[in-house]
């Protein structure tokens, strides 16, 4: 059964770095849109980052650019987003979550989240002094 576990969330004070983890298992992660997404209390869901396992190609949300970096790991079947200079309003539940890349782009992934099919269980990230 194919399965995406999120590891890594806490508590941060601002201007920390975390690094969240997803794991993928029943299924490799080649050839599909990877992508993490998170939502605040009381607003919706939004697209953080998303990469392409095929060419490599990323999009990042203009809120988070140069703050974050998505990566994959291919020998763990894992992906990372590593989140520096945290800010209070980085504060989520954070998702990651897959799509097979024939059926989307990141950019699309990203910024639509009905599109991504498999989701994790989410984590929690805190930002708070």
Not at 10 to 34: E, H, K, M, N
Not at 49 to 70: E, H, K, N, P, W
Not at 98 to 109: G, N, S, Y
Request: charged share 15%; proline share 2%.
């Amino acid at each position: 059964q194919a399965q995406l576990v999120e590891s890594g969330g806490g508590l941060v004070q601002p201007g920390g770095s975390l690094r969240l983890s997803c794991t993928a298992s029943g299924f490799t992660l080649d050839y599909y849109a990877i992508g993490w997404f998170r939502q605040a209390p009381g607003k919706e869901r939004e697209g953080v980052s998303c990469l392409s396992t095929t060419d490599g190609s990323t999009y990042y949300a203009d809120s988070v650019q140069g703050r974050f970096t998505i990566s994959r790991d291919t020998s763990e079947n894992t992906f990372y987003l590593q989140m520096d200079n945290l800010e209070a309003d980085d504060t989520a539940v954070y998702y990651c979550a897959r799509e097979h890349i024939a059926l989307t782009t990141v950019q699309a992934m990203c910024t639509m989240t009905s599109v991504a099919s498999d989701w994790g269980q989410g984590t929690q990230v805190t930002v708070s002094s």
